[in-house]
């Protein structure tokens, strides 16, 4: 099974419990560069920092929330696809804890190359295609097509941060726009329970 194969490249197979991990990257975009920060846990939890835009959104033990620096806290809603979306390499290393209902599309060509593609869905029913090597079975990148337009993301330059596989440079493009995402730090670790609430987090970055 092609996910099968994707997760022994990237050695989640080995972590035998709760995967966490913290990527936070310089994105350099048409308006300028700022920056992006992901916290995941495999149980669904997730937060997501824009510091130069404000933007703080994420999962939690009680659900998805959105930090309105004029309201207080709100209801994620519809930005969930927003955060889901930046979630990749959760989505890279365990699809399946993001994504249901795998379907092998065959063979497509990404970029020059030919891939493996895999279609998999959000619980409400929005899609994501998954593209991997059929040599190495790691991640190349996905569409995720629940974006309008659709946005195409690739992934590179895989290291070891251990005890996982994990790619430090991704391209995301919509439409005429292009964004690129250099992560200068990657780990993998506990992360405390209190980073997905909606609370600040003091410093910007806990201990992971």
Do not use: K
């Not at 969930?80 to 699809?95: K, Q, T």
């Amino acid at each position: 099974m092609i996910l099968a194969a994707a997760e022994r490249a990237t050695r989640v197979g080995t972590v035998p419990s709760l995967v966490q991990l913290l990527a936070d990257a310089s994105v350099r975009g048409p308006s300028g560069e700022f920056r992006t920060r992901i916290y995941s846990s495999s149980d669904g939890r997730v937060r997501m920092e824009q510091p130069v835009s404000g933007f703080v959104a994420g999962v939690g033990g009680s659900g998805g929330w959105r930090l309105d620096p004029s309201n207080g806290i709100d209801t994620m809603g519809p930005m969930l696809g927003f955060v889901r979306g930046h979630e990749l390499h959760m989505l890279a290393v365990m699809p399946r804890s993001r994504l249901e209902r795998p379907r092998y599309l065959g063979t497509r060509e990404v970029d020059g190359r030919s891939t493996l593609a895999v279609a998999m869905s959000r619980p409400n029913g929005d899609s994501l295609v998954a593209y991997f090597d059929p040599v190495d079975s790691l991640p190349v990148g996905f569409v995720i097509t629940w974006a309008d337009p659709h946005v195409e993301v690739s992934v590179a330059d895989w290291v070891e941060h251990p005890p996982l596989l994990l790619f430090r440079a991704a391209t995301f493009r919509q439409g005429s726009e292009e964004f690129r995402y250099t992560y200068d730090s990657l780990r993998v670790g506990p992360i405390p329970d209190s980073v997905f609430e909606p609370l600040p987090v003091a410093g910007g970055t806990p201990d992971a």
